[in-house]
């Protein structure tokens, strides 16, 4: 659930920005204002850019601790408080925070070399020809689908439940809901599978039926691995990431909103 923070944990500001003019622009008023702190010595990062470089913050700073309050200047902004040059350190204050805990990907390769990746949104298998993927799915060890054909499947956790999952159809998981969203992508067989919610503490295995025939490519956000045999995903509780967010415009307000379409 939202909380309050105490003021008195921010008094040092980093901030990071994306290489957009906007973003270079508020970067150079707000240090000239706040000042800019070391990562490594502030209380709290704030990320100027959309919702890539607040992923790639999150990324960056998993195992900092340190809370994370986004201000939109770049495209997308789901992640993101308004900007306003005006008052930074009274809404830090003020923030509410939204904890939330990264998926961890482990994808066997072609070569047998096994690749870990954190994802803040989801893990996605895709096909990487012209042929639908052929996948079998595993929760906790046991078989819940012999075969998928279809483009591929994804796993995401309730932030990014409205990021490509949604794309695809999935369904949309309240920030505290302690679930996982299973979603094929452009399924042909089965027909009528449209996914399945698991509970956040489920261990996913996808196998790739037909590997070199039919080659399958993951995604851990922006970390892809070509040529896949296996992947297996479960949601890295000993992770906790702390995002800020203004009072009204919590990440749970916001995943309701768009229940709703607005």
Known sequence: MPQRRNANRFKRVAFV?????????????????YGDSPPERADVIVALGGDGLMLATLQRFMNSGKPIYGMHRGTVGFLM????????????A?????VIHPLLMRARDASGRVHRHHAINEVSLF?????????????DGKERLAELVADGALLATPAGST??????QGPIIPIGAPLLALTPIS????????????????????????????????VADHDEVRSVRSV?????????????????????????????GY
């Not at 408080?81 to 830090?92: A, Q």
């Not at 096909?127 to 929760?139: E, F, G, K, N, T």
């Open 187 to 218: 399924p042909f067989r089965p027909r009528r599978w449209r996914g399945a919610l698991l509970p956040d503490r489920a261990h996913v295995t996808i196998e790739v039926r037909e590997a070199a025939k039919r080659p399958v490519a993951a």
């Open 17 to 33: 920005a994306s290489d957009t003019a906007p973003a270079q622009k508020a970067l150079q008023q707000l240090t000239r204002r």
């Open 81 to 92: 408080n308004e900007f306003s040059e005006k008052d930074l350190t009274e809404r830090l």
């Open 127 to 139: 096909r990487q020809s012209y042929q639908a993927a052929r996948l079998r799915i595993l929760v």
């Open 232 to 260: 297996d995903i479960r949601m890295d509780h000993d992770i906790a990431m702390h995002m800020l967010f203004d009072p009204g415009h919590s990440l749970d307000e916001r995943i309701l909103r768009e229940q709703f």
């Open 163 to 168: 990021a490509y999952n949604l794309s695809v």
């Open 94 to 98: 003020a923030a509410q925070v939204s």
